[in-house]
């Protein structure tokens, strides 16, 4: 029995089909802002390559921030709860998950079921989202994926202070204009995002085993400055970005 | 093909809503009219004791009320931008902006009031109010009169505390009858008091009707309807709506009816003052998924309760901004435990930095004491620019899956 997740994001949308709510039968990430282009997309790469059908899918639940608009869903989730079930299914241990997607940071807390018990997001600020890395990788010229290898150079992360995405953009021209090296201003961006989600964090209550989901979560300078924030160990999945799309399909199948 | 026109449904001229809509309505038109008659008339604070200047038989005018007024018909953006663009700060109350603009402008089509004579102040509620009253009365060189009611560390309100408000209060009334002419009397001022704590004991008891299952109302109703005991709660008609609405609750849970339409799957308690700009969206986020808005200390911090003078002093520093965060905190326990609340959903208002500063700390503590979830949005109660729908809604959605789960166990 199939079912299958949509995860429609800010930038990218995700899709998961799930045989019996366990085995991952296919996945796909376009990266889209929200919208149907990269929905339908997502899906028909899963569909395609798992060689079935809409019709064979029992039950298609969609989450992000474009759900409302994906009429194909049988339910809309918040993916509050579908990065909870996500990373439950694949670290049962886990208690708190952060999730750092491009628009919005969500540390959720999870009981020993996997159940969503509290959450907390960010505040209207971008500071502290997948979005204040993307702006910081465009004014270093960089790829958001060299985000990662850059800070990985650093041995002096540089102060970012300003919790405005704004103000910190001048801080990091500032600081390229007095000779600062990429490395350390990278380090000093991914520090900067950490420091504000793990903020977040504390409010809710830090319970480990802790996991980052979210596409933020493959980029280690952030990870490991989370887990010296937090004093915690952090795992995260090689899949950390499908999480949203794997626990609304979860979800599809517990509604069967 | 012509499309048929949607009608409004008839409201019954006898039912509390219309009576209490006609109250608001005949608050400002009774300023108008006595503007017009030579009166003076005031600006006046919400928390300002309103039994002085109704008393004294003065005509006042809600620069608060006004302002959510405005917000709600849209007008906030425009009003925030006027001042704004006067110098004032973006990151004051929008309420001050709004009104402030108003001051300068003298008109807005959302909401119109007549300029005043002199302003009413109190500072029971925020102390942004009395640089905001400030501004007013230079600007306008008219007289302002200021009462000082400090923030309370304790749980009651202390002999020393009391006297220190009773003579302000009687320094009030003294110059307003100096200003205004008026003769202050005691007789007049029993019925007063009478009047406002019938209005307060209705209102309070039809508020409370929420205790049953189903409410007997939809919680968003009770932001319209205590905008009467803002402005009118001296006033007789006031007190015999608010009894209308209360017989109303009372026999819509004798009939098993509400005025919350569809099913009500989950009930909540809203706090911070409503998020007026957005107030549809933030009703209707809630009502699509079966949430009524049962309780908010909002709507209750407007009925005072009390037998003399000295009680009348004690009331009005025992309102939710002036107390301390565990009377405060053990006031919502109340509350969500009276009305058998299953979430709490936080308005971070960022006009309000006091009420939204101390909520992050209560509202973790009042989740922990009632055993239910607890979640924040961002927004504003009269600046539309600090509020996004999508936002709100994926916190209204993790909010009710965590109430729906808990209904599960």
Known sequence: ?256 | MEEAKKQKPTVDPNSAKARLGSIAAKAYSDCVEAKKRGELIGWCASNFPVEIPETLGLYVCYPENQAAGIAARGGGERMCSESEGDGYSNDICAYARISLAYMKLKEAPEQDMPQPDFVLCCNNICNCMIKWYENIAKELNIPMIMIDIPFNPDYEVSDAMTAYIRNQFWDAIHQLEEITGKKWSNERYEEVRKISGRSSRAWLEATATAKYSPSPFNGFDLLNHMAVMVTARGKLEAAEAMETLLQEYKDNHEKGESTFKGEEKYRIMFEGIACWPWLRATATGLKSRGINMVTTIYADAFGFIYDDFDGMCRAYANVPNCMNIEHARDKRTKLCKDNSVEGLLVHTNRSCKLWSGFMSEMSRQIGEECGIPVVSFDGDQADPRNFSEAQYDTRVQGLTEIMEANKEI
């Open chain 1, 1 to 256: 029995m199939y079912t299958l997740g949509v995860d429609i994001g800010s930038t990218t949308s995700k899709a998961v089909i799930l045989e019996d709510g366990e085995n991952i039968v296919a996945s796909s990430i376009v990266i889209a802002t929200v919208g149907t282009a990269g929905v339908e997309e997502a899906v028909k790469n899963v569909l395609n390559f798992s060689k079935l059908e809409l019709n064979d899918i029992k039950v298609v639940v969609a989450t992000g921030y474009g759900r409302m608009n994906y009429d194909v869903a049988d339910y809309k989730v918040s993916e509050l709860t579908c990065h909870a079930l996500g990373v439950h299914k694949e670290f049962p241990n886990v208690r708190t998950v952060i999730d750092i997607g491009g628009q919005d940071a969500k540390v959720i807390s999870l009981a020993a079921n996997g159940k969503m018990t509290n959450f907390v997001m960010n505040d209207k600020c971008a500071a502290g989202t997948g979005r204040f890395l993307d702006v910081m990788a465009n004014i270093l010229n960089l790829d958001i994926q060299d985000l990662e290898v850059e800070a990985l150079k650093s041995d002096n992360p540089a102060n970012i202070s300003s919790t405005c995405t704004v103000f910190a953009e001048s801080e990091v021209i500032s600081q390229l204009a007095t000779g600062r090296n990429i490395p350390d201003l990278v380090a000093g961006i991914c520090k900067s995002v950490a420091v504000r989600v793990a903020a977040l964090a504390k409010r809710v209550g830090i319970v480990e085993e802790v996991c980052m989901s979210g596409g933020v979560a493959k980029n280690s300078g952030v990870r490991n400055a989370m887990s010296k924030e937090l004093g915690v160990d952090i795992v995260f999945s090689k899949d950390a970005q499908l999480m949203g799309a794997l626990g609304a399909a979860i979800y599809g199948f517990k509604k069967l």
